[in-house]
């Protein structure tokens, strides 16, 4: 293969696995060096990544909203976000960051309709940097929609995010309750941003000393569905608790919104309808970074929507909002008052396990200077995770009562 000039790769509908980069050794690390995301003329866009060396990528789209996603194998990307790639006006969104472990990925949110013109890797001879450029044009929703998908590939497959053991079923006398702790966000999607940290860093730390402080309790069996700083889409984090025979699931988020809006804890269940504009505002920016950050790759066998049955709904709202209850007051006995209103009820996704008892705790607002200085802090921390303990010891003593009751 000779180098130096520019690879036009012709896509047909989306994949493709690069010639080119396939040849390059494999192993190492492409650094980011720099890149940019512009305009074309006629409301087309150009992205170029220059990297230290080629590696293995692919192209397709998605719809709902128009998308561009390129996967690569793998990329540093320099603690960017992406968002700093971004110049025009074509492309409304851009992100960059690990998707699985080895897998790195980026999402532009298109402006419209867009077809990919060309992609292509120009190697530099002497230093084995390679620019990579992928150009789009216009064109039609329907031909966009027809296209749109990610490839099926095996060489693509990405591996399960969670090795997830076979667990006894809740009838088992004695056994540990299974608590699934989601820290929120992750690799692609960092969530909130302030002073230097992102809510995926500070969410996975706390997320591992709430693991921690579980375990030393005795009787809890704490798992978290991830222990890196990798992408899960929000299904898939309930399919994985599903897949873990979780008892309840605790989802930790430390949003940012306005200076001054909001601060202290909160704890949320899932509302029926969530009338609450806060509270709605906060859930469509979870689904909505989930839908940015791309597609769940790693299979959906486990679906929510096959679990999604009113009996156990029924039988489940009282148990989350019991647990809810017991979190409160948990948490305001070991770090005092919480956010003015502190249960409330939110459409999040990630709540909507049908059979399983679901809170997102915000533990505070990285766009509240207290806040942010009791997140770093980890003594905060460590009573934080003292209280949640302590709620869930209690709802789960009032909860077996009640399930002795049911039973009868
Ligand atoms: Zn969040």
């Given at each position: 293969?000779?180098?130096?000039?520019?690879?036009?790769?012709?896509?047909?509908?989306c994949?493709?696995?690069s010639?080119a980069?396939?040849?390059q050794?494999?192993g190492?690390?492409?650094?980011?060096e720099?890149?940019?995301?512009?305009?074309l003329r006629f409301?087309g866009?150009?992205?170029?990544l220059?990297l230290?060396?080629?590696?293995p990528?692919?192209?397709f789209?998605?719809?709902?909203?128009?998308?561009?996603?390129?996967d690569?194998?793998e990329?540093?990307?320099?603690?960017?976000?992406?968002?700093?790639?971004?110049?025009?006006?074509?492309?409304?969104?851009?992100?960059?960051?690990?998707?699985?472990?080895?897998?790195?990925?980026?999402?532009?949110?298109?402006?419209g309709?867009?077809?990919?013109?060309?992609?292509?890797?120009?190697?530099?001879?002497?230093?084995?940097?390679?620019?990579?450029?992928v150009r789009?044009?216009?064109?039609?929703?329907?031909a966009?929609?027809?296209?749109?998908?990610?490839?099926?590939?095996t060489?693509w497959?990405l591996?399960?995010?969670?090795?997830?053991?076979?667990?006894k079923?809740?009838?088992?006398?004695?056994r540990?309750?299974?608590?699934?702790?989601?820290?929120?966000?992750?690799?692609?999607d960092p969530?909130a941003?302030a002073?230097g940290?992102t809510?995926?860093?500070?969410?996975l730390?706390?997320a591992?000393?709430?693991q921690?402080?579980?375990?030393r309790?005795?009787?809890i069996?704490?798992?978290?569905?991830?222990d890196?700083?990798?992408f899960?889409s929000?299904?898939g984090?309930?399919?994985?608790?599903?897949?873990?025979?979780a008892?309840?699931?605790?989802?930790?988020h430390?949003?940012?919104?306005?200076?001054?809006?909001a601060?202290?804890a909160?704890?949320y269940t899932?509302?029926?309808?969530a009338?609450d504009?806060?509270s709605?505002?906060?859930?469509e920016r979870?689904?909505?970074?989930d839908?940015l950050?791309g597609?769940?790759?790693t299979?959906?066998?486990d679906?929510v929507?096959?679990?999604?049955?009113?009996?156990?709904?029924?039988?489940n709202?009282?148990r989350?909002?019991?647990?809810?209850?017991?979190?409160?007051?948990?948490?305001?006995?070991?770090?005092?008052?919480m956010?003015?209103?502190?249960?409330?009820?939110?459409?999040?996704?990630?709540?909507?396990?049908?059979?399983?008892?679901?809170?997102l705790?915000e533990?505070?607002?990285?766009?509240?200077?207290?806040?942010l200085?009791?997140l770093?802090?980890?003594?905060?921390r460590a009573?934080?995770?003292a209280?949640?303990r302590?709620?869930?010891?209690?709802?789960?003593?009032?909860?077996?009562?009640?399930?002795?009751?049911r039973?009868?």
């Amino acid at each position: 293969m000779s180098s130096g000039h520019l690879l036009a790769v012709v896509l047909l509908v989306c994949g493709i696995l690069s010639e080119a980069a396939g040849a390059q050794q494999l192993g190492a690390l492409a650094r980011l060096e720099h890149g940019v995301v512009r305009d074309l003329r006629f409301g087309g866009a150009e992205v170029r990544l220059k990297l230290s060396q080629g590696v293995p990528f692919r192209v397709f789209t998605l719809s709902a909203p128009n998308r561009l996603v390129i996967d690569f194998n793998e990329v540093d990307w320099q603690g960017m976000t992406g968002a700093e790639l971004l110049t025009g006006d074509n492309v409304l969104n851009l992100r960059v960051g690990v998707y699985q472990p080895g897998w790195s990925r980026l999402v532009a949110e298109l402006a419209g309709p867009m077809q990919v013109l060309s992609a292509g890797l120009e190697t530099d001879e002497s230093s084995g940097a390679v620019d990579l450029m992928v150009r789009l044009g216009r064109s039609g929703q329907d031909a966009f929609d027809a296209t749109a998908g990610a490839p099926s590939d095996t060489r693509w497959d990405l591996p399960p995010a969670l090795e997830v053991r076979p667990v006894k079923r809740r009838a088992d006398v004695g056994r540990a309750l299974v608590v699934v702790i989601d820290p929120g966000h992750g690799g692609i999607d960092p969530g909130a941003q302030a002073g230097g940290l992102t809510e995926s860093h500070l969410m996975l730390t706390f997320a591992r000393e709430l693991q921690d402080t579980l375990r030393r309790a005795g009787g809890i069996d704490a798992r978290l569905t991830r222990d890196a700083d990798v992408f899960v889409s929000l299904e898939g984090r309930v399919a994985l608790a599903r897949a873990a025979g979780a008892d309840l699931f605790v989802s930790l988020h430390a949003d940012a919104l306005g200076e001054g809006v909001a601060h202290g804890a909160t704890v949320y269940t899932l509302a029926e309808d969530a009338s609450d504009a806060a509270s709605a505002a906060l859930a469509e920016r979870h689904d909505r970074d989930d839908i940015l950050a791309g597609v769940d790759l790693t299979g959906a066998d486990d679906r929510v929507a096959t679990v999604l049955m009113d009996l156990a709904r029924l039988e489940n709202r009282p148990r989350s909002r019991a647990l809810g209850r017991h979190l409160v007051k948990g948490i305001q006995n070991a770090v005092g008052p919480m956010h003015k209103k502190p249960w409330r009820e939110a459409g999040f996704s990630v709540l909507k396990a049908a059979d399983i008892p679901s809170v997102l705790i915000e533990l505070g607002f990285m766009s509240s200077v207290r806040d942010l200085e009791n997140l770093r802090d980890p003594l905060w921390r460590a009573g934080m995770a003292a209280g949640i303990r302590d709620g869930i010891r209690a709802w789960s003593l009032e909860d077996a009562a009640l399930a002795d009751l049911r039973r009868q």
